[in-house]
């Protein structure tokens, strides 16, 4: 099972715009990490949320997380075509030594 | 530094058949693990290691096996390979904290006739 589920399952905006899409979850976790995945390739860690915060910025991209609502979302800034991939956010939860992934995000940014 | 890398990067597997899937490392971590990514869908763990020497189940370790040979290599072996087991294989290592970031590879697509 997921624990992740991220919204919307695609998304299309125009270079310049903002991007954001959101990772729900069910159970209580130890940390929230997002990755980016272009098409035929891995998965690439853009960033890391633990429990005990609020917010994280990397670059372009910020990071919230609600952990009474059990949800996260990415946002990424002035988005660019080099933008343009598969979004999933990961969570860690109890004692497992494990990442449970969600469904990803499409994200398509059109020149 | 090479990071991850699987070999092979493409499979053609006749129903029955068998295979493994090579992963290595050169990170010097502790943790690794394989993953199959489904059409649509995210990554479900198969198996994976915590440190050398340790194997542990995920989520979808039927019809898998095993083997941590040493820290910088763990492998994934299909013993009698079924249509199901059409996905791709990623494998990850992490180093320190388990729950923290996990390094992927490039990939293995594998496709079971």
């Known amino acids: 099972s997921q624990q992740g589920e991220e919204d919307p399952q695609a998304l299309s905006i125009q270079e310049g715009e903002n991007a954001t899409m959101n990772c729900s979850y069910k159970?209580?976790?130890?940390?929230l990490q997002w990755y980016r995945q272009n098409s035929g390739r891995g998965l690439v860690h853009l960033i890391l949320?633990?429990?005990?915060?609020r917010e994280k910025h990397s670059g372009r991209l910020r990071v919230t997380l609600d952990t009474s609502k059990k949800s996260s979302s990415l946002l990424i800034t002035a988005s660019r075509a080099a933008d343009t991939a598969s979004y999933f956010c990961?969570?860690?939860?109890?004692?497992?030594?494990?990442?449970?992934f969600g469904s990803g995000t499409q994200l398509t940014v059109l020149p | 530094n090479a990071g991850v890398t699987q070999t092979p990067k493409f499979q053609v597997l006749k129903t029955g058949q068998s295979m493994t899937l090579q992963c290595a490392q050169d990170?010097?971590?502790?943790?690794m693990y394989w993953y199959r990514q489904d059409p649509g869908m995210g990554l479900r763990l198969i198996y994976y290691?915590?440190?050398?020497?340790?194997?542990d189940k995920g989520e979808v370790p039927n019809g898998y096996n095993v083997s941590r040979l040493n820290k910088r290599e763990f492998s994934l072996r299909l013993e009698s390979a079924a249509p199901s087991q059409t996905s791709v294989y990623f494998c990850?290592?992490?180093?320190?904290?388990?729950?923290?970031?996990?390094?992927f590879g490039p990939g293995t697509r594998l496709l079971v006739l």
């Open positions: 990961a969570t860690s939860s109890g004692s497992a030594r494990q990442l449970t």
């Open positions: 159970t209580s976790i130890n940390n």
């Open positions: 949320i633990r429990s005990n915060e």
């Open positions: 990170m010097n971590h502790n943790s």
């Open positions: 290691s915590a440190s050398e020497g340790t194997t």
């Open positions: 990850a290592s992490s180093g320190g904290d388990s729950w923290g970031t996990q390094y």
